[in-house]
């Protein structure tokens, strides 16, 4: 069964962090790039950094500097750290991954307000 699993959303204050989880199945962790996306309301869905197989890593500009996606492969997880949050980067933040199909998580939702 293909699973993408997210955790760690909640309300912060601007400025603040954050840190996402992601634990995939073992298939699809393994096989391709785990990528992070947002969708902010009424918005569409964009990306927000991925992370290949073998550690590579790629961000949006929006987030460069900010943002830190690692993974960790004991634990099929894939971590996306959230620094210096600012006001337009609230969302329901989701993890994807491709394994013989296309997968999604049920997202967390990030709250960024004072």
């Known amino acids: 069964q293909v699973q993408l699993v997210e955790s760690g959303g909640g309300l912060v204050q601007p400025g603040g962090a954050l840190r996402l989880s992601c634990v995939a199945s073992r298939g699809i962790f393994r096989a391709n790039a785990i990528g992070w996306y947002r969708q902010p309301p009424g918005k569409e869905r964009e990306m927000v950094a991925r992370?290949?197989?073998?550690?590579?890593?790629d961000y949006a500009d929006s987030v460069k500097g900010r943002f830190t996606i690692s993974r960790d492969n004991a634990k099929n997880t894939v971590y996306l750290q959230m620094n210096s949050l600012k006001p337009e980067d609230p969302a329901v933040y989701y993890c994807?991954?491709?394994?013989?199909?296309?997968?999604w998580g049920q997202g967390t939702q990030v709250t960024v307000s004072s």
């Open positions: 994807n991954g491709f394994y013989f199909g296309n997968y």
């Open positions: 992370i290949t197989s073998d550690g590579r890593t």
